[in-house]
């Protein structure tokens, strides 16, 4: 019998230009954030058709330098989805601030009416998440944040809240690069949006993050920028390049900053990405998700994940397959099957409130029906960019034999 091939669930895309670019920058004598870093951002701001971006190690230091820009601390409140990964939530507790966590939607994203509810007068921020690559319905958080009556109970307590007058919508896009909104691309479509570059995702740097901003009047977004990028270097006032330069050498630290900026290895690995993203990489994702969407199409307890519409299409990050009425016992069940056949499936995600931590806190699962519903349901599929066509058929057919095996037992 010959050994079965694991299928794996995610691995990155490596190959002879990702290494010759990565080689090419180690030999180059700048390592660190450098001109490879700045090329990076200059496209990102290009491609997601927002104002300014800047790189950093990774999604949740971005998430976090934005919630300090704005002043989010002690009694301030965050909304973000219960069904998301702990990053979301983890940050907004760093500042010392608390997360309302909210219910999500059938698409698996943030419910626009219980982020309406949760709204006080603490709320600082609106966090939604575009769960699998899907965009959230931006038009209707745009709407909300301005509704008058919202508006009204705002009470800023620093200079950039009071600058804004409103509830930021800071969007967490660590799955959605490349993502589409009624004509709009994933960057554009909230005040700031954090992409995630980490080893999983889409567009990998093995770790990294980017922030879009797109903040509207009075703010100066390369203001901005320039304010960020030093609290990524400690509140250095000049960063390691510019320190470079001949005779250049004295520096001053305009406030205790942190240590998250994406060096130059990083920042070469994500060129070579986004340079073939919309013709290579997006197109054989979007492939995958159309074959499994075909193979399982005929199968009555298959519910298939929205990827496209005519308002909104996904990065096709995560295939989110659910079943009809199972149990999240059954679930585990099947995911137990599929493992035992050399397929690694995953699930997107826990919800936070059955997380010890977020328990501990007082939250309660029972409060979120509808994201207990979907995680208690849902397998993540394996989608990347070497899963070839017979590849996807074994995955669909041990899914199917294990689904099947599973349900026959009841
Ligand atoms: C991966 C992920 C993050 C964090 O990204 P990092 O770059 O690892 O910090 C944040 N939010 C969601 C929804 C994620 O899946």
Known sequence: MTALQIIPFSPPRIDQKII??????????????????????????AYGGHQSTLCLN???????????????????????????????????????????????GEDLN?????????????????????IAGLPCDYDALNALIREAEILKIFSPSSEPQSQLGRILLLSDAAHSLGGW?????????????????????????????????NLPLPFNNEDVYMHLNAKSLHGQNKDALAKFQVGNWRYD????????????????MG????????DDMLPARQ????????????????????????????????????????TEMQRDDIIQAIFGSGVSVN????????????KEQGWDMAQFPVAYDNYSREISLPVYYDLNADLVERVARTVINAVEEILDRK
């Open 20 to 45: 010759d670019a990565v080689t090419e920058t180690l030999k180059s004598g700048w390592i660190t954030t450098g001109p490879k870093t700045k090329v990076f951002e200059k496209m990102l701001t």
């Open 58 to 104: 990774s999604a949740s230091a971005g998430l976090e330098l934005i919630l300090r820009w704005l002043g989010v601390g002690p009694g301030d409140e965050v909304i973000v989805p219960a069904y998301t990964y702990a990053a979301t939530a983890n940050v907004v507790i760093h500042c010392g601030a608390r997360p309302i966590f909210v219910d999500s």
């Open 110 to 130: 943030i419910d626009i009416r219980s982020v309406r509810k949760a709204i006080t007068t603490r709320t600082k921020v609106i966090m939604p998440v575009d």
């Open 181 to 213: 909104y009624k004509g709009n691309r994933v960057g554009s479509l909230a005040d700031v949006t954090v992409y995630s570059f980490h080893a999983v995702k889409n567009l990998t740097t093995a770790e990294g993050g980017a922030v879009c901003l």
């Open 253 to 268: 630290i305009i406030e205790a900053g942190y240590k998250c900026n994406m060096t130059d290895i990083q920042a070469a």
């Open 271 to 278: 060129i070579v990405e986004l340079e073939r993203y919309d």
């Open 287 to 326: 492939q995958i998700f159309t074959h499994y969407t075909s193979l399982f199409e005929g199968k009555k307890w298959a519910q298939l994940p929205e990827y496209e519409s005519s308002d909104r299409r996904s990065s096709y990050h995560v295939f989110a397959l659910r079943i009809h009425n199972i």
């Open 347 to 358: 699930v997107h995600f826990v919800p936070l409130p059955m997380m010890s931590f977020y």
